[in-house]
């Protein structure tokens, strides 16, 4: 079968990717984008959809979900190839053609011009508990996170964890549930103080010095039994969800085996957003550069400063000034 060579393959869908995606569209490039995660989004859709984000510019406050919404109704318009729940393992320039080769853990192939590395923090697996025995129950009552507030209404919910996350989401499910209670391993947060405060003042039930030891049910979460940790003493709790919060882990290995330097497990780029490997640039979280913060609109630039020099690369008559967008009858 004769090979469909892309002008821009952007890998990752996060803000950054999407945007990027957008403009990609707006230049006139055949682009795909891939993404190994099932939905489009990034650490938005996958960490916070139902958060509200507040520093979006023009949007004084937007759901993560209306967000990722937005940004694909504003991808689309030029119908780029989406591929999801694909990781790209490899990614090989030929000396032959310089096309980029990439193949995916689903074993395809795709062939592309210009490379944009759009990767957040690499593809992202949330830490689980230790215990085997929570596996049978996920997505049966064990979640890694909460993408939909919905089946947690007039439920008994077990958050565990002290950082950001578990105390947002036990503030957040605290009116609909009918019950929270909150299990901590030290008697010190690492959340916002404002979030501690809230939570002091709230209906959550605080379990400091505690922790998850398992979860027993038929089928689903019916129970879960949790240890004072000096102690040991355990406490079997009624409970139709628990909410874990390890924090997630992040592979970035293979960026080496790609050619790509790195620094700190960031990729360095120059303003024009390239790597060190002509024709691969990076956008968004991944890169450092003096000056650089990991915000979704710095991310937003980025991506449109990658997806426009890589057009450049491509036919270097061609300018990289996009020209406005309000000129174009769309
Ligand atoms: C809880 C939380 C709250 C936040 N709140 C805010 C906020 O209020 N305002 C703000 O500006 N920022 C906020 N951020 C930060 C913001 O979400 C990030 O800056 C933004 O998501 C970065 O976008 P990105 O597209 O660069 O990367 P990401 O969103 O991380 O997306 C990268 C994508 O690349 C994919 N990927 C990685 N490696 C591969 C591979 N090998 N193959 C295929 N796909 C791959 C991943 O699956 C992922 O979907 C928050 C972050 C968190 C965790």
Same mark, same amino acid.
């Given at each position: 079968?004769?090979?469909?060579?892309?002008?821009?393959?952007?890998?990752?869908?996060?803000?950054?990717?999407?945007?990027?995606?957008?403009?990609?569209?707006?230049?006139?490039?055949?682009?795909?984008?891939?993404?190994?995660?099932?939905?489009?989004?990034?650490?938005?859709?996958?960490?916070?959809?139902?958060?509200?984000?507040?520093?979006?510019?023009?949007?004084?406050?937007?759901?993560?979900?209306?967000?990722?919404?937005?940004?694909?109704?504003?991808?689309?318009?030029?119908?780029?190839?989406?591929?999801?729940?694909?990781?790209?393992?490899?990614?090989? $320039?030929?000396?032959?053609?310089?096309?980029? %080769?990439?193949? *995916?853990? /689903? &074993? +395809?192939?795709?062939?592309?011009? =210009? @490379?944009?590395?759009?990767?957040?923090?690499?593809?992202?697996?949330?830490?689980?508990?230790?215990?085997?025995?929570?596996?049978?129950?996920?997505?049966?009552?064990?979640?890694?996170?909460?993408?939909?507030?919905?089946?947690?209404?007039?439920?008994?919910?077990?958050?565990?964890?002290?950082?950001?996350?578990?105390?947002?989401?036990?503030?957040?499910?605290?009116?609909?549930?009918?019950?929270?209670?909150?299990?901590?391993?030290?008697?010190?947060?690492?959340?916002?103080?404002?979030?501690?405060?809230?939570?002091?003042?709230? $209906?959550?039930?605080?379990?400091?010095?505690? %922790?998850?030891? *398992?979860? /027993? &049910? +038929?089928?689903?979460?019916?129970? =879960? @039994?949790?240890?004072?940790?000096?102690?040991?003493?355990?406490?079997?709790?009624?409970?139709?969800?628990?909410?874990?919060?390890?924090?997630?882990?992040?592979?970035?290995?293979?960026?080496?085996?790609?050619?790509?330097?790195?620094?700190?497990?960031?990729?360095?780029?120059?303003?024009?957003?390239?790597?060190?490997?002509?024709?691969?640039?990076?956008?968004?979280?991944?890169?450092?550069?003096?000056?650089?913060?990991?915000?979704?609109?710095?991310?937003?630039?980025?991506?449109?400063?990658?997806?426009?020099?890589?057009?450049?690369?491509?036919?270097?008559?061609?300018?990289? %000034?996009?020209?406005?967008?309000?000129?174009?009858?769309?």
């Amino acid at each position: 079968m004769a090979e469909d060579i892309f002008d821009v393959t952007i890998i990752g869908a996060g803000p950054t990717g999407m945007f990027g995606g957008f403009y990609a569209g707006l230049r006139g490039m055949k682009c795909k984008i891939i993404d190994s995660m099932e939905a489009l989004g990034g650490q938005v859709s996958a960490m916070y959809p139902e958060k509200d984000i507040f520093d979006v510019a023009g949007f004084p406050r937007i759901s993560g979900k209306k967000l990722c919404q937005d940004l694909e109704e504003q991808l689309m318009r030029f119908h780029p190839l989406i591929i999801l729940g694909e990781k790209v393992l490899t990614l090989v $320039k030929r000396p032959t053609d310089n096309v980029f %080769e990439m193949t *995916t853990d /689903k &074993g +395809n192939k795709h062939f592309t011009k =210009a @490379v944009v590395l759009a990767l957040g923090m690499g593809s992202f697996t949330p830490k689980k508990h230790p215990n085997p025995e929570l596996v049978p129950y996920e997505g049966k009552g064990v979640n890694y996170g909460v993408l939909s507030l919905e089946p947690f209404k007039g439920k008994r919910v077990l958050i565990v964890g002290g950082g950001d996350s578990a105390l947002d989401w036990a503030l957040m499910l605290e009116p609909i549930a009918s019950k929270v209670t909150l299990v901590h391993r030290r008697d010190e947060f690492r959340a916002h103080e404002s979030s501690v405060q809230k939570l002091k003042v709230s $209906k959550v039930e605080i379990k400091l010095w505690h %922790e998850l030891k *398992t979860v /027993k &049910g +038929n089928g689903k979460v019916e129970e =879960a @039994v949790i240890y004072e940790n000096h102690t040991m003493a355990e406490e079997t709790l009624p409970m139709d969800f628990v909410v874990l919060n390890f924090g997630f882990q992040a592979s970035l290995s293979f960026l080496k085996d790609w050619g790509i330097n790195l620094e700190k497990n960031k990729i360095p780029v120059n303003p024009k957003m390239e790597t060190n490997v002509p024709g691969i640039y990076a956008a968004g979280d991944i890169v450092t550069h003096p000056g650089k913060l990991d915000l979704i609109a710095t991310g937003f630039a980025e991506g449109a400063i990658a997806v426009n020099f890589s057009k450049t690369y491509i036919n270097p008559g061609e300018k990289a %000034e996009p020209g406005h967008s309000s000129s174009l009858k769309l």
